[in-house]
């Protein structure tokens, strides 16, 4: 999952970036995106590997994407925007970074602290965005309906659609409320519409309200978190062991990185399956409603096309039996088919042809 810290300028979007990916804070790097890679938090990946002592231990990655503050107030701003938006369209999820502290060093955006106002302006961003991508695409298509060709009738139901799209985002509505079968998703699915996007928010705070969650109400979140992204990106700078003693000042239990995986697997709706084998221990993030055949295609392409069976066991009732040995002696070792939908915390071993 590829998922693109964004917001207004100045809300500490690279704080964040560095909080949850540990690489250092740089206030003078140049406005250009900056990549990191996050491990996915999974406490059952070490009794797995107890039970097989595998050669190394696989954890769930997210990349993580920090882009410059979006201002579309001046003509720098707005050309700025244009120009990183085709790499934001290429994520899968739009963390928005909304500013809730006081720093008299660090100029506030309009001369203000309001994040409900933040968020809502960036949501307009995106409908300019989106409105922008759908009213050009509407005027080339009705161009090219004006004579025949081999696309005439696709383009047409493509224009109506587009044309229902634009009335949406003039409502402020996102795009996904014009989307009602399966084939208009295919149409636009090309698009990568911004507005399509899930979205979670993230609440950066002052220290003193590090361990305050506070919702921003809104009707285009699918989750939110509240985090000080300075102390944390501070607090990611230490060694492991001596981050607890830090996080619990704050009244945290866990640092910035568990927090927002959390936000993003619930924003997206991820689950993690897991297997295990003397080679490696390994969990998968995958979407709800996974079958078991796509399970197998996403740890190896052929294990799908031989899929014969999945052996399954929860990863709880593993736990219970102690190891599989009791586990299949138990009879909790179910033998299930292409279509089981897999549920978070499966472990799962693949029999295929391939």
């Not at 700078?237 to 568990?258: N, S």
Request: negative net charge; charged residues 30%; hydrophobic residues 40%.
């Amino acid at each position: 999952m590829k998922v693109a810290i964004v917001g207004l300028p100045q809300s500490g979007k690279s704080m964040v970036f560095s909080a949850v990916t540990e690489q250092p804070h740089d206030p003078y790097a140049p406005p250009e995106p900056r990549h990191g890679m996050v491990h996915v938090p999974d406490h059952r990946l070490e009794f797995l590997a107890k039970l097989c002592k595998p050669r190394k231990i696989v954890e769930a990655t997210i990349e993580v994407v920090d882009f410059p503050g979006f201002s579309i107030d001046t003509p720098k701003g707005q050309q700025d925007m244009r120009r990183l938006l085709p790499e934001v369209h290429l994520a899968e999820l739009l963390a928005v970074v909304v500013r809730d502290f006081e720093n008299d060093s660090v100029p506030a955006y309009k001369d203000r602290i309001d994040p409900e106002a933040d968020l809502a302006e960036f949501w307009d961003e995106l409908i300019f965005a989106d409105l922008d991508a759908v009213t050009t695409r509407i005027e080339r298509l009705e161009k090219s309906l004006k004579k025949p060709t081999k696309t005439h009738e696709h383009d047409k139901r493509e224009h109506a659609l587009l044309q229902h799209c634009q009335e949406a985002l003039e409502a402020n509505k996102p795009i996904s409320t014009a989307i009602s079968t399966e084939e208009d998703a295919k149409v636009v699915a090309s698009f990568a519409f911004l507005t399509q996007k899930p979205m979670l928010c993230i609440r950066n705070v002052s220290d003193d309200q590090a361990s305050t969650e506070k919702d921003i109400p809104s009707d285009h979140l699918e989750a939110s978190v509240t985090l000080s992204a300075s102390i944390e990106a501070e607090i990611a700078t230490l060694e492991p062991g001596d981050r607890a003693a830090f996080l619990a000042d704050l009244g945290l239990k866990e640092p910035a990185r568990d927090r927002l995986v959390r936000c993003c697997y619930e924003a997206c709706g991820l689950i993690s399956f897991l297997t295990m084998n003397p080679e490696a221990v390994t969990a998968w993030a995958i979407t709800k409603g996974t079958t078991a055949v796509e399970a197998a295609g996403k740890v190896h392409t052929d294990f799908a096309h031989g899929f014969i069976r999945a052996e399954t066991i929860s990863y709880d009732e593993l736990v219970a039996c102690g190891d599989m040995k009791n586990a299949r002696a138990a009879g909790k070792v179910r033998k299930e088919g292409k279509g089981y939908v897999v549920q978070d915390g499966d472990v799962i071993n693949i029999l295929s042809s391939a």
